[in-house]
C-alpha cells in the first residue's frame, strides 16, 4: 500500500475526470500483473494501456510516477554487498609496494568486524614486468597494523557519498546520521552492562566498543569502517532502498516522518563548506545565513502542497530535490546558468536586494503598504490584502516588553498582517513566473475567496474590477465577461 501510495504513477493529463481514472485503473493493473521478482521498477507503457479517447497533451505536460516493487531480502543483501566493497577501499587505503605495478586489487572476501584489525589485508598486485597476458601475480601481506580504518570527519565525507551513489553535498548528513546510530548503539550497550555514561569523549575513551567512533582534537566526530557498515547493513535492511528514499531518511529525522525546512540546512551547509563555487561566501556569515534561507525556501515553493512548511516522501519524490543535489555538483560556479536555479547566488541576491529595498524600516517584515511599492504598484491593494491573509505572518503591532502583553496585545487585536523574507521569496516567485506549477498553485489560493476549491465567476470579476484599472495605457481592455 505504501509504494502505491507513494508512486501510483500513470500518465495523468488536463482531461475529464472519468478519462484520468480509466489511465489509472489500466496502469495499476497492469503493474499488478507485470510483478518483477528483482524490484525493478515498472513504469506503465504507452503500449500496454488500451487506447482512451483523450485530448493531445504535449509531452512536457504529462507526468509519469514509478511503481516501486520491495526487493527481496536477497536483493537487499546483493545491493549492500556491492556498495560495501565499493567504498572498502577509501577506508582501507594501502601504499604501493616499489616495485614494477600497474594495478592493486582489494581482496573481495569480506572479514568477520572482529578480524578487521586482528588479520592482515591480502593484496593482489599484477606485475608490469611481462607484456604477456598471463602477467604474473605477486602477492603482498600487509601488516594488521597499517591496515587500521581511516577515519572520516564530515567535510572529508563527500568522496564517501559519491561511492555510496548519493548525491555528494548530503555528506554531511550521511555523517551525521551514522555518528547519531553509532553513539546511540554505544549508549545502549553501556546501559546494558550497568555502566554510567557521560559526555562523548569520557565513552570513547580507553573503551574498545568505541573504537570506531573517535573524537578528534577538535571536538568533531570521526566515522571509521565499522560504524559505516554497519549502517549500511541497517539502512539496506528497512528501507526500499532507491535513492530518493535512501537521501529523505538521511535528511529525517528519526523521530518524524516528515521533513520541515530546518532539515535542509545540513545539505546547504555542507554545499557553503565544500563546494569551490561559494568559497567567497567563507568570510560572510551574514550573507551565508540567507542564502540558505533562501535555498530552503525555494525548495518547499517547489512542493506541490508549499503553504504546509512539511515534506513527506511522495512531495520528495515529486520535487526532484535529488536531481537538484546531483546538479549542483557539476556547477563551475555560483553566477552561471549551469547551476540550477535553486542554488544560484545570483537569483538570491536579486530576491535579497528587493526585499532590502521594500523594507524601509529594516525590520525583516514587509506590511501591505511596503508590498504595494512593487513593481510601480502593479498590484491591486484587493489582491495585496488577500495575500496578506493567505501567506502573511501575525505581528503585535506595539512595542511590547514581555510575553504576557504580547498576549494581550493579539487578544485586543492590536495585529498586523506582513510578510517576512522567507514569505516574500514566494511572493516574488509566483508574480515574476506567473505559469509555473508552483505559481498557478499561489495565485489559485488567492483567488479562491471562500475556500471551496472553485473559482466562480464572482472572485474573478472581484479581482478583475480591482486590476483592470491598472493596466497600461497600451493595452486594450474588455470588460470581464468580454473576456469569458
Known amino acids: 500500500m505504501e509504494s502505491i501510495q ?5 500518465t495523468l493529463t488536463v482531461t475529464p475526470l472519468a478519462t484520468q481514472t480509466a489511465h489509472a485503473t489500466k496502469a495499476v493493473a497492469v503493474a499488478a500483473e507485470e510483478s518483477s521478482p528483482l524490484g525493478i521498477p515498472i513504469v506503465p507503457s504507452e503500449a500496454s494501456i488500451p487506447d482512451i479517447p483523450a485530448a493531445p497533451v504535449p ?16 536483493d537487499r543483501k546483493r545491493m549492500t554487498r556491492l556498495v560495501v566493497e565499493r567504498c572498502r577501499p577509501l577506508f582501507f587505503p594501502v601504499a604501493l609496494p616499489t616495485s ?20 592482515d589485508m591480502t593484496l593482489s598486485v599484477i606485475s608490469t614486468a611481462s607484456n604477456s597476458s598471463t602477467a604474473p601475480v605477486m602477492t603482498v601481506r600487509v601488516p594488521a597494523s597499517t591496515a587500521n580504518s581511516r577515519q572520516f570527519l564530515k567535510t572529508e565525507f563527500q568522496e564517501v557519498a559519491g561511492a555510496c551513489g548519493l548525491p555528494k553535498h548530503v555528506g554531511f548528513a550521511l555523517h551525521r546520521r551514522i555518528v547519531e546510530r553509532g553513539w546511540m548503539q554505544l549508549e545502549e550497550l553501556r546501559d546494558a552492562m550497568g555502566v554510567d555514561g557521560g559526555d562523548k569523549a569520557a565513552l570513547a575513551a580507553g573503551d574498545n566498543v568505541a573504537d570506531e567512533f573517535k573524537v578528534a582534537e577538535d571536538g568533531e566526530d570521526r566515522v571509521g569502517w565499522e560504524g559505516f557498515e554497519r549502517f549500511l547493513q541497517h539502512v539496506f535492511q ?11 531518511e538521511l535528511l529525517k529525522p528519526s523521530d518524524r516522518d516528515y521533513l520541515v525546512p530546518l532539515d535542509f540546512r545540513i545539505v546547504v551547509e555542507d ?10 561566501l567563507a568570510s560572510s556569515p551574514a550573507f551565508q545565513a540567507r542564502f540558505t534561507e533562501t535555498v530552503i525556501a525555494r525548495l518547499f515553493y517547489l512542493c506541490p502542497r508549499n503553504g504546509r512548511n512539511r515534506m513527506d516522501l511522495r512531495d520528495f519524490r515529486l520535487t526532484n530535490i535529488t536531481t537538484l543535489f546531483r546538479e549542483v555538483e557539476t556547477a563551475t560556479n555560483s553566477l552561471g546558468n549551469n547551476i540550477p536555479s535553486v542554488f544560484s547566488y545570483k537569483d538570491f541576491y536579486v530576491i535579497y536586494c528587493k526585499f532590502w529595498e521594500l523594507d524601509r524600516d529594516r525590520d525583516m517584515l514587509l506590511t501591505i503598504y511596503d508590498l504595494e511599492l512593487y513593481g510601480r504598484r502593479a498590484l491591486s491593494h484587493a489582491a495585496l490584502a488577500r495575500i496578506m491573509e493567505c501567506y502573511g505572518i501575525t505581528v503585535v503591532e506595539s512595542s511590547v516588553e514581555d510575553e504576557g502583553a504580547a498576549v494581550a496585545a493579539v487578544e485586543r487585536g492590536d495585529t498586523v498582517r506582513c510578510l517576512g523574507y522567507k514569505e516574500f521569496i514566494a511572493f516574488i516567485l509566483s508574480v515574476e513566473e506567473k505559469t509555473s506549477d508552483s505559481a498557478l498553485d499561489y495565485w489559485f ?14 472572485e474573478l470579476e472581484t479581482f478583475w474590477e480591482h486590476q483592470h484599472m491598472r493596466l497600461p495605457e497600451q493595452y486594450t481592455v474588455f470588460d470581464f465577461f468580454s473576456l469569458m
Do not use: C, W
Open 100 to 119: 614494477p605495478t600497474s594495478a592493486v586489487f582489494p581482496a573481495a572476501t569480506p572479514q568477520p568486524h572482529d578480524a578487521v584489525t586482528a588479520m
Open 59 to 74: 509531452k512536457a505536460h504529462i507526468k509519469r510516477l514509478q511503481f516501486r516493487l520491495s526487493p527481496s531480502l536477497e
Open 445 to 458: 489560493r488567492v483567488l479562491d475567496l471562500d475556500g471551496d476549491g472553485v473559482l466562480s465567476l464572482l
Open 238 to 248: 528497512f528501507l526500499n532502498p532507491d535513492m530518493e528514499a535512501l537521501v529523505y
Open 6 to 10: 507513494d508512486a501510483i504513477a500513470t
Open 271 to 280: 554545499l557553503l563548506q565544500t563546494h569551490p563555487a561559494f568559497e567567497f
